[in-house]
């Protein structure tokens, strides 16, 4: 399994355009300094009412499709 941490500051009124499907997927830069895409929708279960903030770690598997993520 790899494992991608990064961290993310979304507002509550940037995410609205995920939730409403503005934006499918994001987009962020991993700690490693590699580029990142995955699901908008995955972000949902850490949505607050300030927005997103936080540091998280994504982990894929051998076929590089998304296993969990979580907040660190």
Known sequence: MKRMRFSL???A???????QGAA??????????????????ELQKFVTHNG????????FNAQHKLVSMNRI
Request: glycine fraction near 6%; hydrophobic fraction near 40%.
């Open 9 to 11: 500051d979304i507002s």
């Open 13 to 19: 009124d940037k995410y609205l355009a995920y939730y």
């Open 24 to 41: 499918k997927f994001v987009k962020v830069m991993t700690e490693e300094g590699l580029s990142l895409r995955f699901p908008a929708s």
């Open 52 to 59: 997103i903030k936080g540091r998280f770690e994504i982990v």
